[in-house]
């Protein structure tokens, strides 16, 4: 079957785009899309050039090694070639890579072998390739095109892990990466901020503009690292296995990372990438993925490299937290208090190691700042458990029909006549109609949500049914059902009747700040409303507060202190309330005793051991601490788990102080 004219037009297309990343980011060490994204696009490339092998051209990017060598450093060529990994990201390519290894040595050899595998973290450094004769070091070379590299001999010279002689007269040719531990990148992101400088983007970024600088005294200046991990050439013995050879460099005198493994299956290996993918961020240094080898170095010769890459490795590369994928449509999202989010529909895509079809665009103005349109190919990222976001378009790749989006003048479902209207100084637009069908949905699946009423088994669904057969249509209603009103309903026998009326009563007895946050007062989430229930401490101080007295509340601003002012005063809210107020009782918070979390703010990323996110943040606000979704200089603290994305780099970048879940116990108990 042959490529139509629209996949070929997109292999031309990703070429391109390929080739000018790959140059931003390997030569000119600049990075306008993250790695990960121009892995997506890269590995989308390699997927249509394998369906179509005709189309394969020597120039394509998948047949070239990153890199050239810049005009002012000496060029070196390389007395063995240097090689790059092909990358593999899923456990079905894994084992398609185990099936291709004893099939070729089948081949090659004439028998089944039963291979043993390496395993070993793949660095996110920039490689260097150092040469030594008689044990002493002659040159220092970057990768290049794999031909011919730069010869950065002074600058290696200057980082401490790099011998300069080594423990036996030999010559040798060691491959291996320099890079930059995270904590050296916030110590001088720090220097270059305070001396108006740009800072650097990542530790890689790092690592390679202070290896391609002209002055050995900027790399000596900058705590550069270094992990060895090939033997390329020796004139001396030779191991027989790929975990003996590491042995062999470390006795040499090289500095090797000591995380490594030995397995009789592919299996072992997978599992090996599973248990690094959770713990790959509590290092110093940045991974990337898990590179996995033949073991058996006679089965290494026989299989041999292809035109760019070893046949007997792959790099695994991690759930990648950014991807690329195609933006099919955008809708419109009712939110509860009638605001419109825009909504991406995309063509699915694993993102974070979860398959994504929607992402959110938060607003018009992120549209236009993005210049998105449907059509586009994009840049999705997921970190942890936060909602999917696009974050960038790759323009190269936009169709020609492509057009800006405009938002519409009516939207259907906001009720009345539709209409929609900017929100004075704000980005977004919303309904003007107050009681559509979908946002009353919204409101009250908000109500009984966890972060409000929180009613057991009274989810969205039951909600909906609830609506559907004209049993409430106001929050009163919920505190007025019988277990007969209920019972018979689809999917609502005796018992789960039963256990319905028993959440809801349940819940008659309401914090004022769970009260307030489950009105859908515009501009109140979960933080102002516990600012402001503390501040006034019961409802009627609320109530009667004046706009001034309510702006007074630490964190609380004009639009939202008009914002809930004009909610009390308005004729339907207050009915609704005081028919609320008639099955429900407020409860006061409680005073909290001084604590060491007075005043601090925390951001929560990741996954913790024993919490989860909701139940860390009601814990620091036990404890009078607030919690704050974006990472600022007014950041106290970061409560970082496993799988933290781009807030953990953010907060090394700005020096906040990065704690753990056992950490935060222990602020709580000296505070106590």
């Known amino acids: 079957m042959s490529a139509s004219k629209g996949e070929k037009e997109r292999i031309a297309k990703l070429r391109m785009a390929i080739d000018k990343y790959r140059h931003m980011y390997h030569v000119e060490d600049r990075e306008e899309i993250s790695i990960e994204a121009l892995d997506a696009l890269k590995h989308e490339l390699v997927l249509l050039e394998e369906k179509y092998p005709e189309l394969i051209t020597p120039d394509s990017p998948t047949q070239r090694v990153a890199g050239e060598p810049l005009p002012h450093f000496e060029k070196v060529e390389h007395s063995v070639p240097q090689w790059s990994f092909n990358d593999v990201f899923t456990e079905e390519e894994v084992r398609a890579f185990d099936a291709r290894i004893k099939k070729n040595l089948k081949e090659f050899l004439g028998k089944d072998i039963q291979p043993s595998y390496s395993g070993e973290l793949k660095i996110d450094g920039l490689k260097i390739v150092l040469t030594y004769k008689k044990g002493v070091l002659e040159i220092a070379s970057t990768r ?182 195609i933006l099919e449509d955008i809708s419109l999202q009712i939110g509860r208090t009638g605001i419109l989010t825009p909504v991406a529909h995309l063509k699915p895509v694993s993102v974070g190691g979860v398959v994504v079809s929607r992402a959110t665009l938060h607003n018009e103005d992120q549209i236009k700042r993005l210049d998105v349109r449907v059509g586009d190919t994009v840049i999705i990222q997921r970190a942890g458990d936060v909602i999917p976001e696009i974050v960038g378009v790759v323009p190269e790749l936009r169709p020609q029909d492509a057009k800006p989006y405009r938002f519409p003048k009516k939207v259907p479902e906001c009720g009345g006549d539709g209409t929609i209207e900017r929100v004075p100084g704000m980005s977004a637009w919303r309904c003007v109609s107050k009681n559509s069908n979908a946002q009353q949905r919204r409101r009250f699946h ?100 004046s706009v001034d007295d309510l702006e007074n509340v630490d964190g609380v601003g004009r639009v939202v202190a008009e914002s809930i002012y004009r909610w009390f005063r308005d004729p339907e809210q207050k009915r609704a309330l005081n028919e609320l107020l008639s099955y429900v009782t407020v409860k006061k918070l409680p005073k909290n005793k001084k604590s060491t979390l007075d005043n601090a703010v925390f951001v929560i990323t990741g996954t913790l051991p024993t919490l989860s996110r909701e139940g860390a943040g009601a814990l620091i606000r036990k404890h009078r601490g607030r919690v704050s979704s974006a990472v600022s200089a007014k950041t106290s603290y970061v409560l970082a788990g496993e799988n933290a994305g781009s807030k953990l780099e953010k907060a090394r970048a700005l020096g906040v102080p990065i704690i753990s879940e056992e950490d935060l116990e222990r602020l709580i108990t000296r505070g106590s």
């Open 446 to 545: 908000h109500f009984v949500g966890k972060h409000a009423f929180d009613i057991e088994g009274c989810g969205p669904r039951t909600v909906d049914l609830l609506l559907d057969e004209g049993l409430v249509s106001s929050y009163a209603d919920l505190f007025s059902l019988t277990q007969g009103d209920v019972e018979g309903l689809p999917g609502f026998g005796e018992r789960a009747a039963q256990n319905l009326i028993q959440g809801i009563n349940a819940k008659r007895n309401v914090g004022l700040d769970r009260l307030l946050i489950g009105l859908s007062i515009d501009q109140v989430g979960t933080e102002t409303a516990r600012d402001i229930a503390e501040h006034f401490g019961t409802l009627e101080n609320i109530q009667s507060a």
């Open 144 to 325: 290049g095109d794999g031909k011919v590299g730069e010869n950065v001999t002074a600058n290696v010279r200057t980082i401490d892990s790099v011998p300069l002689r080594l423990s036996k007269e030999i010559d040798v040719v060691v491959e291996g990466e320099v890079w930059m531990g995270k904590k050296a990148l916030a110590e001088l992101n720090a220097k270059r901020k305070n001396a108006g400088e740009s800072l650097f983007a990542n530790p890689r970024n790092a690592a390679a503009g202070s290896i391609r600088q002209l002055d050995p005294k900027v790399p000596a200046s900058r705590k550069l690292d270094t992990f060895i991990y090939d033997l390329a050439f020796s004139n001396s013995e030779t191991p027989k296995t790929q975990i003996e050879e590491l042995s062999l460099l470390k006795e040499l005198g090289f500095k090797t990372n000591p995380t490594m493994i030995a397995v009789d299956s592919i299996e072992g290996i997978i599992e090996f990438w599973k248990e690094w993918h959770t713990k790959k961020d509590r290092q110093d240094f940045l991974i990337d993925g898990i590179v996995v080898k033949v073991n058996e170095i006679e089965y290494q010769e026989a299989l041999g490299y292809t035109g760019k890459a070893p046949r007997f490795a792959v790099a695994i590369k991690f759930p990648a937290e950014q991807a690329t994928t």
